[in-house]
């Protein structure tokens, strides 16, 4: 039996059905427990206002609950002529309750119910990417620590320049996650408004309690225009997407760093031996191949924003089909985000590093700032200092002094990783998901 919320007695021709519904059915398993837990709360307001009985909202609850616990375990399944997820949802209940199945509809409309379960589920997915971000986070954080004295070069147009450590390039990746959560905890909180009650963008004259839901479901607060929580569609996607994006950045960064270290021309890294392969024909080789493909693949979800504008930018206010062609793009890419963290993670853990870099006379020259800053703190005009020693560059009279008296904030010698744990410390306070998360429980009875 085919279920259409919409279909009255026309009959679709299934080659535009399979056009029009697309990758749909595929996409909507993303969402169907949040498809779940979001009726059971509206129906919970429903009961409230006289909409459902006691006794109809608990053998509905009954029934979602089982339902919700089948989505858990992988178990759902949106059926051959079946629409979406709301419609299979719908359909199980009926099958179950006969008409009182019929009754969770009332007071919204498919708009808003997609419009909550993006963002339950993308809700839900970002506490997992914040959690992941933060393992990275604290790994690289530990090694910068664990190799704060093992001097490597810094490069400018990758021409070795000065001085770098290990403990400044690993806590380099660590400090730009923080800013990659801050946009994550602004994401967060945009995303965590409740659209529930603004039905297909323009409300309903049933006399919903949308404070109710917004409380059930542990949200912050609501939408509270309804056109505008109808135009958000696409808006949080796109901002989320930069969010990840901002994550992706970093990773790519890093992957590509320790490529070119792990290198054989570099040597400053060793990268895991489960992380490389070897090549068909040239025994010698291991090839870096899971950060290559991490940067890959972290590079792809760079475009995810600019992919989501392209869809959406160009729409006035109201719901548009276009708008299903969003999902497909945007609801993969936490798991994908996800994988590139894990893995990252697990290679910064793993990593070995050289501490003997500069016994190579080729980075000789990286400490002839540290030349100069030396004639200069003992009185001679800066100018003078740098022709002394670049005369004796071009000579080939330059003696390094492979010593480093770094001292200010976040320099080689005062890393301030205490502070930088403190910022990360701060940001993750700051999602507040203790919130979304006792409210999911108590709505599921655990």
């Known amino acids: 039996m085919a279920l259409k919320l919409w279909e009255k007695s026309v009959q679709i021709n299934k ?25 059971m709360a509206h129906i919970t307001m429903l009961e409230s206002i006289g909409l459902l009985s006691a006794g109809e909202l608990q053998q509905l609850l009954t029934e979602m609950k089982d339902i919700y616990a089948m989505a858990e375990r992988g178990e759902f399944v949106i059926e051959e002529g079946v629409e979406d997820v709301h419609s299979q949802v719908e359909l199980m209940l009926t099958r179950r ?77 660590a ?45 912050d607060s609501m939408n509270y225009n309804v056109v505008y929580a109808q135009m958000g569609r696409g808006k949080m996607e796109r901002n989320v997407a930069f969010a990840l994006a ?21 040597g400053f890294v060793k990268l895991p031996d489960d992380c490389t392969t070897g090549s068909s024909i040239m025994p010698h080789k291991k090839n870096p191949d899971v950060f290559e493909l991490t940067r890959a693949k972290c590079n792809k979800l760079q475009a995810l924003p600019q992919q989501i504008m392209m869809i959406a ?28 963290l894990q893995m990252a993670t697990y290679i910064m853990h793993e990593i070995k590093v050289n501490e003997h870099i500069l016994e190579d006379k080729r980075y000789d020259l990286m400490f002839s700032v540290e030349e100069v800053n030396r004639l200069a703190r003992e009185g001679m005009p800066f100018r003078d200092a740098y022709k002394k020693v670049g005369l004796e560059i071009e000579a080939g009279d330059f003696v390094p002094v492979k010593e480093v008296h770094h001292t200010h904030e976040g320099s080689i010698g005062n890393l301030c990783n205490d502070r930088i744990a403190d910022l990360m410390h701060r940001v993750v306070e700051g999602f507040d998901f203790a919130r979304m998360e006792q409210a999911e429980k108590t709505l599921l009875g655990r």
């Not at 049933?206 to 479901?217: E, Q």
């Not at 960064?253 to 490529?259: I, P, R, S, T």
């Not at 930018?313 to 994908?336: H, T």
């Open 313 to 340: 930018n160009n729409l006035p206010s109201g719901y548009f089909r276009d708008l299903q062609i969003i999902k497909e793009v945007f609801l993969p890419a936490f798991q994908e985000l996800k994988d590139c």
């Open 97 to 173: 309750l006969g008409d009182v199945g019929k009754k969770i509809h009332s007071g919204r409309s498919r708009n808003d119910q997609v419009l909550l379960d993006l963002k339950l589920f993308t809700r839900a997915q970002l506490k997992e990417i914040a959690e992941a971000t933060e393992l990275l986070f604290g790994v690289l954080m530990q090694q910068s620590e664990r190799y704060k004295e093992v001097l490597m070069p810094g490069y400018t147009h990758l021409q070795v320049a000065m001085p770098s450590s290990f403990g400044l390039w690993f806590g380099a990746y």
């Open 175 to 219: 400090e730009s996650l923080v800013d990659d959560m801050l946009f994550l905890q602004a994401a967060f909180k945009m995303c965590n408004r409740n659209p529930l009650g603004s039905a297909a963008g323009y409300g309903s004259s049933f006399p919903l309690n949308r404070t109710m839901t917004t409380d059930l479901l542990g949200f």
């Open 246 to 266: 901002s994550i992706a950045g970093t990773l790519s960064k890093l992957a590509f760093d320790a490529c070119l270290f792990n290198s054989q021309n570099f």
């Open 15 to 39: 080659d535009i059905e399979r056009f029009t519904v697309g990758r749909d059915r595929e996409m909507d398993l993303y969402l169907a427990k949040y498809d779940v837990l979001g009726s």
